[in-house]
């Protein structure tokens, strides 16, 4: 009864356009289902990017970069309709979202993540004056849905985002990089806390775009004893 009522006050949406969704149960409407553009064959090896060519490997940027993480997965291609979806779920409080994401991430990689066998799961921070006005970490919530789901450890502050970095977006590349330099830190706190060794670790984010995030990431866990990093996202802009 209870949940009757809530589900017309507040009914279920589209993860994807926001429409009421229907029929129930449904976890995204069908139209959205077909529009979206799941990361197929042929794919960059290395960070899964869409790529034109089957006989190239590599995208362009792990072509030309030494990129430290092992290999990386993304569920779909990052055009408008994912962004509009994402942007959602990232500033406008839609955190429902997630189940439908974290749904589709452990049915494409379960297998993979399980394969590579993480000794935790860790999202990639934001800084806490973001923390603050948005409330919470988008990247946060996949990466605990993703632990429960696989019942891995997560540890959402291993890493601490220390520096207030300017958008990635109008960057160059060196730029990028210039301005992720030492804007993570590791959290030897939470390492000692949880007391075993930690070798493999399982980035998570919302989205990759060049790499240089998670690249920065993945240089202070190496740095700090972790052998192996491999990363999840949502969405991935294409290799060409
Ligand atoms: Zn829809
Ligand atoms: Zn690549």
């Excluded at 997630?98 to 452990?106: L, Q, R």
């Excluded at 806390?193 to 998670?214: H, N, Q």
């Amino acid at each position: 009864m209870l949940q009757a009522i809530l589900d017309m006050i507040y009914p279920v949406r589209c993860p994807v356009c926001g429409e009421i969704l229907t029929p129930k149960g449904e976890k995204v409407c069908i139209p959205c289902r077909e529009k979206l553009i799941f990361i197929q064959e042929p794919r960059c090896k290395k960070c899964s990017k869409p790529i034109t060519q089957e006989e190239k490997e590599y995208c362009l940027d792990c072509e030309h970069k030494n990129y430290h993480f092992k290999k990386g997965y993304s569920i779909w291609v990052y055009d408008e309709i994912m962004r509009l979806s994402i942007a959602e779920f990232k500033y406008h409080n839609k955190r429902e979202y997630a189940k439908f994401y974290i749904e589709e991430m452990v049915l494409g990689y379960g297998e993979q993540i399980h394969k590579f066998y993480p000794d935790v799961i860790a999202p990639i921070p934001l800084h806490r004056s973001k923390y603050s006005t948005r409330g919470y970490n988008q990247a946060e919530i996949l990466a605990r849905g993703l632990g429960n789901e696989l019942h891995y450890p997560v540890l959402s502050h291993l890493l601490i985002r220390n520096k207030k970095t300017l958008p990635q977006k109008q960057l160059s590349d060196r730029d990028r990089l210039r301005n992720l330099k030492d804007a993570f830190e590791f959290n030897k706190k939470v390492a000692d806390k949880f007391g075993k060794v930690i070798e493999r670790v399982l980035l998570v984010d919302d989205i990759y775009t060049t790499g240089s995030t998670i690249e920065a990431c993945t240089n202070v866990l190496l740095s700090h004893g972790v052998k192996e990093i491999c990363f999840i996202t949502l969405c991935i802009g294409k290799g060409f």
